[in-house]
């Protein structure tokens, strides 16, 4: 028989366990105490491990008071534990006390976009001139985007637009889909469900497989503007755009047209804005070495387009335009680079 384990072993194990729990202040503290009794070469653990050596017929009351030792001492651990945790907590709290009197955090107010900005500004101007808005898909047909638009598939021009393709043909055959590379489809659309007269103003995203620069993005906000009717001429046309211009940038800023080309008008121009240097600053609008800044493209609709979708190009005439918002956009603001737009960094985008 092993003379070391007895019953009086076991309870004075128990006692000085229990002695040296009421004094324990600390979590790591505890667990030193539990490793010393109950761990793997604690005290207690070592009787119960010999117990296989005490002889028989004493064995079963010594294994039964070393069980009820272990199981008590693994209840007051416990206790002791949730003592210690709830203590600390406490104390914390005492610490943590709410001043009331120091200042909040401040809440930091979203603000619009830049191009959320210039297209509502646009918008606007247009809708005081009798436009209405209406919006149209970003993925759309290429008989939209080019074939109706007097551009067909072998056209030089589709180069101008270099596209981004959909992978997708519906069960019906029907041409390509691709990511609209100008909001022009929608004159399209719109003639194909309204009668004139029409004046419509088309905002929305563009996507053209280009690289970028300071002037370029790969994907861009247009707004399209276009009106159908008896009797339209060109002086309707640019009328509408000083208009415009004159909203925006106020009397100040000067216009010019160039003779330009677009499939779906005849004639066909482009327009730009001064970036002239300010005599009282010494400075341009945007720090780019040039006197214009072209903003968009125009003309007379097409009479092939005006056929194309059924209107009699001898009864009907009209103007459209396309106008990029971003550029818009930095020669108000005075934004040097378009990349910026759509950079994410929160220190450009919260100046406007
Ligand atoms: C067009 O997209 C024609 N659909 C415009 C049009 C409409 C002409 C109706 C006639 C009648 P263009 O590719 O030039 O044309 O683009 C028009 C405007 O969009 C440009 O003047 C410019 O302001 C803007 N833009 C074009 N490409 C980009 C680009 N990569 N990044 C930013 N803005 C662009």
Not at 77 to 105: F, I, M, Q
Request: charged share 25%; proline share 5%; aromatic share 10%.
């Amino acid at each position: 028989m092993d003379k070391n384990i007895n019953l009086e072993t076991i309870d004075e194990v128990r006692a000085e366990a229990l002695r040296e729990l009421q004094d324990i202040s600390s979590l790591s503290k505890l667990d030193e105490w539990r490793v010393s009794y109950l761990g793997r070469n604690g005290s207690l653990t070592n009787i119960l491990r010999k117990l296989g050596s005490v002889p028989l017929e004493n064995r079963r009351q010594i294994g039964a008071t070393a069980n009820q030792a272990k199981l008590l001492l693994e209840e007051k651990l416990d206790h002791h534990r949730n003592l210690l945790a709830n203590a600390k907590t406490s104390s914390e709290s005492e610490d943590d006390v709410l001043d009331v009197t120091l200042p909040g955090w401040p809440l930091s107010n979203g603000n619009l976009h830049p191009s959320t900005k210039m297209l509502r500004e646009i918008t606007k101007a247009f809708s005081s001139m009798g436009f209405q808005v209406q919006e149209g898909p970003e993925i759309e047909w290429d008989r939209y985007n080019f074939d109706l638009l007097n551009i067909p598939s072998d056209h030089p021009a589709r180069d101008m637009w270099d596209t981004l393709w959909l992978d997708y043909t519906d069960k019906h055959g029907n041409t390509p889909m691709l990511l609209r590379t100008h909001t022009s489809p929608m004159q399209a659309r719109i003639m194909e469900n309204a009668k004139p007269p029409i004046r419509v103003l088309v905002p929305g995203k563009c996507y053209r497989y280009e690289a970028t620069d300071s002037t370029h993005e790969w994907q861009f906000f247009q707004v399209e503007g276009l009106a159908i009717g008896e009797g339209i001429t060109f002086a309707e046309l640019k009328g509408t755009l000083y208009e415009f211009v004159r909203c925006i940038f106020g009397d100040e800023r000067k216009i010019r047209f160039r003779c330009d080309f677009f499939p779906f008008v005849e004639p066909g121009v482009d327009m730009s804005i001064s970036n002239f240097v300010d005599p009282e600053t010494g400075k341009r609008p945007i720090d780019y070495n040039q006197d214009w800044i072209e903003i968009l493209g125009a003309g007379m609709v097409h009479p092939n387009v005006l056929k194309n979708i059924g209107y009699d190009p001898d009864v009907y005439s009209g103007f459209a335009f396309g106008m990029g918002v971003e550029r818009i956009a930095m020669l108000k603001y005075g934004i040097d680079d378009i990349r910026l737009f759509y950079s994410n960094d929160l220190r450009f985008l919260e100046q406007f």
